[in-house]
Nanobody, 124 residues
Framework: QVQLVESGGGLVQAGGSLRLSCVASERTFSRYAVGWFRQAPGKEREFAGT????????KYADSVKGRFTISRDDAKNTVYLQMNNLKPEDTAVYYCAARPSYDGSSSARQYDYWGQGTQVTVSS
């Protein structure tokens, strides 16, 4: 069982930045693809981006492309979500998720393990 713990959320003004971290309990985490998802109040969970295992190829939703960057430090079993130029519509609970596969996915159903989420609030 892989445990994921997110951190780094908070309150930020529009135009600001935050970096979220997702730390995994799994020693072979480098072999896992990781996705970032978010869920705003009253809305469905939506895909933000993903990073493959070993090599770290990334893919982003159009809504965050050019503003969000996913990276990974496998020596620390950690994946990051750097969020720049934040907008009020980015306000949501952000989740990281992992699957024991090289390839990531934009579908939440493809992920086996989930963190507890971290709140990001962007004020206007």
């Amino acid at each position: 069982q892989v445990q994921l713990v997110e951190s780094g959320g908070g309150l930020v003004q529009a135009g600001g930045s935050l970096r979220l971290s997702c730390v995994a309990s799994e020693r072979t985490f480098s072999r896992y693809a990781v996705g970032w998802f978010r869920q705003a109040p009253g809305k469905e969970r939506e895909f933000a981006g993903t990073i493959t295992g070993i090599g770290g190829t990334t893919k982003y939703a159009d809504s965050v492309k050019g503003r969000f960057t996913i990276s990974r430090d496998d020596a620390k079993n950690t994946v990051y979500l750097q969020m720049n130029n934040l907008k009020p519509e980015d306000t949501a609970v952000y989740y990281c998720a992992a699957r024991p596969s090289y390839d990531g996915s934009s579908s939440a159903r493809q992920y086996d393990y989930w963190g507890q989420g971290t709140q990001v609030t962007v004020s206007s």
